[in-house]
């Protein structure tokens, strides 16, 4: 404090000195400058008289007067004998601040609440834990603000608000400035564990309005991809040396300086092209500087975090401390204490040190606070008056007994229906540099879309280079959907899950044989088939996985004969003329045994075969089959001819393959010809069928329900419906139950008398015999409805043997149909009749011991049992 008391006094004298300028001004310079301003005075107010002005609308927000303050606790409307005392030791520091340092602006410490009760700001935040996992990191709970909040402005951009609402009215109404912003996330990120403060302060024009259009989109930007070194083999002792490399290395070195020079120039010009339009479209901000913000701080130490950095609460972006966007701090607070930065921010906040135990640096309020001061240097302890610590001592003791009192808060809840909504109205629009990010809540969306990035090529945003939109909740599986209008490829992302498996289908047209490639999840197919490439002539296959080791499988197609739909592959196949294989070494065989590449070159009636090499030969084996019809125009069987096989062993065997052998492998190698063909139709009519699948889930988007969402769930609901009716009848059940059987009987006798035991008897009597009529008469009614039943069958029956002869099939189906349901009533009804027989002696006794033991006449009763 001795520091700014230096600071005050030398502003004063300076002060003092522009006045005693002013007076001795001359008097005529005086006059000719009060002419002058008089004369532009009216020249300014003819011009202001010509401008119309159009008064813009305001935005619509809550107001004091739309907030139900009689539904709010205690807490808000009225302040506790602490917090009283708290508001008083926040006006005298507020007040020796406003002395010291007349040239800063007035703290923010207790503007008032809904209720128009001043509270203080640190008593505002209230730490809360919520119960989602998703809100467990600072990254997402910045992200649930930005998105649930809508951003109001401050009603002064020069100076903070005089309210400052509960974080529950905030997410009631889900509007608020960058306080009520920043106080929701900071109580957020207090209640996760991080070391988090609120901060009052300066920022850009851009950060205070949420303008985002000079920013980057965080979701165009690609991650850096880590490469991998290749581990090197060693050299092979006896390996051939490659050729020398004769071209020259200097000119290889220049042509790639070249290149890189023509390539940085090329980004130079377009930057500093986008640099000069956005200085075009950038208006210098005559409040730079100025603008009151509010956002959070995070430092480090808990939670992990590494270093210190700043949270904007409207956009939910991380900043370093040494960012642009922020021009200055007035002071900052959390929920136990309240610091005044006493740093100069000429530099913005570069030079910043967030050391809030030092007392030269950060002005606290409370002295109580969990900072560890600094150590005084010797110097500064031996410059300190001894006395005045001894005077002092005792007033710091009683101050360091006064702690931060409890928030005034409720506890801060989020409904799963407002943390599924998310954004107000469960839509949201943000605009970036050269992007636009659209965002919708679950299931709002018939489509299942739930967010659409759209970005441009230009500034302006007119001209679309893609559009990325990501789904949840398909039943298709569907997960992320990338369009690029300039190429026109469209490439569909898919979750585990898909009936075919499939994980990408990239292509420019959903109809057949075209450009597309398909990528499937390998585990999850009995064919291991990873990726299928096609084109109009060809197709590509890879496997993994497999137990024949079919690593790849190229198939070449020729044209159609006839000239029928592209859909019709399985009438009229195109035809096969070159099939490629390729297989992965199989260990269990020789080398010169195992096939690595096979071909069918059908056309020309040839099968091509290439082994794998072994590690100690620079060539491998090959065999190539030249097979004809198995005969003649005569209808005589052709003889295998040597001629018939050509080879090439690295190491000839000392006996040469038998024709006989030859023979027998070249018709196997037929019957693979022949699976390898039919396996490739079958491709074809997969991929028609994950077209036609495609367009159908296309067109009827269809949604799953989590059997947990018993809102949206049809079934659950029907079955909790179902539940609560039979609650309902239970209930109706036990309450006739709990009727008094007596009551008929005994509203016969005279009211207020006493029960002999005459009466007790004949009361007993008359229940008894009421009881067996009335099972008497269900037992008549059950055999009186099946008798009816059966009479009605008979004469069916006979109608039916009568007209027999005459009856159409239509009559003979309804006399069926008739005959089967009164079969079903008559046998219902005997089961209730033979039930009926059985349950009723057991009643009639259970009513009997009921009426024996019955308080009002069980001591009447007692001689008769």
């Not at 790639?256 to 901000?285: H, P, Y």
């Not at 302890?381 to 007994?401: C, F, I, P, W």
């Not at 002999?756 to 008894?768: F, I, P, S």
Request: charged share 35%; aromatic share 10%; hydrophobic share 35%.
């Amino acid at each position: 404090m001795e520091v700014l008391k230096e600071k005050v006094e030398e502003e004063e004298e300076a002060e003092r000195a522009e006045r005693a300028e002013k007076m001795m001004r001359p008097l005529e310079v005086q006059k000719e400058d009060t002419t002058r301003t008089q004369e532009m005075l009216r020249d300014l107010e003819r011009k202001l008289s010509e401008i119309e002005v159009s008064i813009p609308e305001k935005p619509s927000t809550f107001t004091k007067d739309a907030i139900d303050t009689s539904k709010l606790p205690l807490s808000y409307q009225s302040n506790t004998p602490k917090e009283e005392h708290l508001l008083q030791v926040a006006d005298n520091f507020s007040r020796q601040y406003s002395h010291l340092c007349p040239d800063r602006v007035p703290l923010f410490l207790y503007p008032v609440n809904e209720c128009k009760v001043p509270k203080f700001v640190s008593t505002t935040i209230r730490p809360t834990l919520m119960p989602y996992p998703e809100l467990y990191n600072w990254d997402t709970c910045a992200q649930f603000v930005s998105d649930f909040l809508s951003a109001v402005p401050l009603p002064d951009p020069l100076k903070p608000p005089s309210y400052l609402y509960s974080p529950t009215v905030v997410l009631k109404y889900q509007e608020g400035n960058c306080f009520d912003f920043s106080t929701l996330l900071c109580s957020m990120l207090l209640g996760a564990g991080y070391d988090a403060y609120c901060v009052y302060g300066y920022g850009s024009q851009d950060l205070c309005h949420m303008d985002l259009t000079r920013e980057v989109c965080p979701l165009t930007v690609k991650p850096k991809e880590m490469v991998k070194e290749e581990e090197k083999a060693p050299p092979k002792k006896y390996a051939v040396k490659p050729p020398r490399d004769l071209t020259s290395r200097f000119e290889w070195e220049q042509e790639i300086k070249r290149q890189e020079a023509v390539k940085a120039e090329e980004e130079r010009r377009l930057k500093q092209g986008e640099r000069l339009a956005e200085q075009e479209s950038a208006k210098t901000d005559p409040l730079h500087g100025l603008r009151v913000h509010s956002w959070v701080l995070v430092l480090s130490g808990k939670r992990e975090v590494p270093e210190s950095f700043f949270i904007d609460p409207f956009t939910a972006r991380s900043y370093s401390t040494q960012d642009d966007h922020f021009l200055g701090i007035e002071s900052l607070w959390n929920h136990k204490n309240y610091w005044i930065n006493m740093q100069d921010c000429w530099n913005c906040c570069k030079d910043l040190v967030f050391d809030l135990g030092d007392p030269v640096r950060w002005e606290y309020l409370l002295l109580e606070t969990d900072k560890p001061l600094l150590s005084l240097t010797e110097e500064e302890d031996d410059g300190t008056n001894d006395d005045d610590d001894a005077e002092n001592l005792g007033k710091e003791d009683e101050d360091k007994s006064f702690d931060m009192p409890c928030s005034w808060v409720e506890q801060i809840e989020i409904s799963p229906e407002a943390f599924e909504t998310r954004c107000p109205n469960g839509k949201k629009v943000m605009q970036y540099k050269r992007a636009r990010l659209e965002k919708w809540a679950p299931h709002l969306d018939n489509s299942g879309l739930v967010r659409r990035l759209t970005t441009y090529e230009d500034l302006e945003c007119t001209k679309t280079l893609e559009i990325k939109e990501w789904f949840q909740n398909r039943e298709d599986m569907l997960e992320l959907k990338h369009i690029n209008k300039v190429t026109g490829l469209n490439i569909d992302y898919f979750k585990p899950g898909h009936p075919q498996a499939l994980r990408a289908h990239s292509y420019t047209s959903m109809q057949p044989e075209m450009d597309r490639v398909m990528e499937f999840y390998e585990t999850a197919r009995v064919d291991g088939l990873i990726k299928r490439e096609e084109t109009p002539r060809t197709m590509t296959e890879h496997y993994q996985g497999r137990p024949d080791l079919l690593s790849y499988r190229h198939v070449n197609f020729g044209p159609r004969i006839k000239k029928l739909a592209l859909n019709s592959a399985e009438s009229n196949p195109r035809p096969v003329v070159k099939i490629t294989e390729r297989f992965f070494r199989n260990p269990v065989k020789p080398a010169d045994e195992d096939v690595a590449e096979r071909v069918f070159l059908i056309l020309d009636e040839r099968i091509q075969l290439r082994y794998h090499c072994r590690e100690d030969h620079l060539t491998a084996s090959k065999c190539e089959f030249l097979w004809r019809t198995e005969g003649d125009s005569k209808g005589n069987k052709i003889i295998m001819t040597p001629d018939m096989c050509l080879s090439f062993e690295v190491e000839p065997m000392e006996h040469t393959k038998k024709l006989l052998y030859q023979y027998e492998a070249m018709m196997k190698l037929k019957n693979e010809e022949k699976l390898a063909r039919h396996q490739a139709w079958e491709s074809e009519l997969e991929v028609l069928e994950i077209l036609k699948l495609r367009e159908e889930q296309e067109e009827a988007h269809v949604l799953t329900i989590s059997i947990y969402d018993t809102k949206r769930n049809e079934k659950s609901k029907e079955y909790r419906e179902a539940m609560e009716r039979v609650m309902h009848e239970e209930h109706l059940w036990q309450a006739e139950a709990q009727l008094d059987y007596l009551a008929p009987f005994l509203a016969q006798l005279p009211p207020g008398e006493k029960l002999t035991r005459w009466q007790a008897v004949r009361l007993k009597d008359e229940c008894l015999s009421d009881f067996k009529q009335r099972l008497i008469d269900k037992a008549n009614l059950i055999q009186a409805r099946f008798e009816k039943e059966t009479q009605e069958l008979q004469q069916q029956q006979q109608w039916y043997q009568e007209n027999q002869v005459t009856l159409t099939p239509e009559d003979e189906d309804l006399y069926l149909s008739y005959c089967s349901q009164a079969m079903f009533r008559i046998r219902v009804l005997e089961q209730r009749l033979n039930r009926h027989k059985e349950l009723a002696p057991l009643k009639y006794r259970a009513l009997e011991e009921k009426l024996y033991k019955d308080p009002r006449l069980v001591e009447l009763l007692q001689v008769f049992v």
